[in-house]
């Protein structure tokens, strides 16, 4: 059983467009969280949220929002997307926030052409 | 927040060597993680590891958080184990919550 779950696996979009990306775990954590992979592999955290309550929201454009229906889904939306959108975003669970490990969904690679 | 630096950026290693591994963090942490991203960009947990030693088959990982420093080792490598290694480290406290990746460490093993 698939623990940590995205979709879609891979996002081609232009400029300009809006799209989203959802995200679901079945082991019954609390937190979830998002993280953008740059060209460069550095992975950064962008949000978190615990029991749908936002946490953690660093520096990152208001054309990202993230939407948590529930504790085991938090889908992100991005709006009027640019070139440096383009990038590996990554959703990950744990059973409470910063201080327990982590589990990574398999990973979307979004494309702005 | 909290800085996390990687130790070596880039490892070459032949098939059956080992190889040491290091994360430095610049506070107080109570989370620490070691992952392997695979070259498929798979990031595979390997070691939940805030304080002490751990093993698992050919790898083991020891963090003195008095110190500020994590270690992986990696015994009788792989060409498998080649990808990119993260030490991840988190602070929950007091309101403050801090999660920081290091940059990584490539390994490629060569057959």
């Known amino acids: 059983d698939t623990a940590v779950s995205q979709t879609p696996k891979y996002l081609v979009t232009q400029m300009g467009n809006d799209k989203s990306i959802k995200c679901e775990q079945n082991?019954?954590?609390?937190?979830m969280y998002w993280y953008k992979q740059d060209s460069k592999k550095f992975l950064k955290i962008m949000f978190s949220?615990?029991?749908?309550?936002?946490?953690i929201n660093e520096t990152v454009p208001n054309r990202f929002s993230p939407k948590s229906p529930d504790k085991a889904h938090l889908n992100l939306h991005i709006n009027s997307l640019e070139l440096g959108d383009s990038a590996v975003y990554f959703c990950?669970?744990?059973?409470?926030?910063?201080?327990?490990?982590?589990?990574f969904g398999p990973g979307t690679r979004l494309t702005v052409t | 927040g909290i800085q996390v630096e990687q130790s070596p950026p880039d490892l070459i290693l032949q098939e059956g060597a080992n190889s040491t591994l290091r994360c430095n963090f610049s506070?107080?942490?109570?989370?620490l993680q070691w992952f392997h991203q695979n070259p498929w960009g798979q990031l595979i947990n390997l070691f939940y590891?805030?304080?002490g030693t751990k093993q698992n088959g050919r790898l083991s990982a020891t963090t003195v958080a008095t110190e500020r420093y994590s270690l992986l080792y990696i015994s009788s490598s792989q060409t498998t184990d080649s990808g990119v290694y993260f030490c991840?480290?988190?602070?929950?406290?007091?309101?403050?919550?801090?999660?920081?990746f290091g940059k990584g460490t490539k390994l490629s093993v060569i057959p």
């Open positions: 990950a669970s744990s059973r409470g926030l910063a201080a327990y490990e982590q589990y």
């Open positions: 082991l019954g954590h609390d937190t």
């Open positions: 949220y615990n029991n749908k309550e936002l946490i």
């Open positions: 506070d107080s942490v109570n989370n």
């Open positions: 590891i805030p304080s």
């Open positions: 991840a480290v988190g602070y929950s406290g007091a309101g403050s919550y801090q999660l920081t």
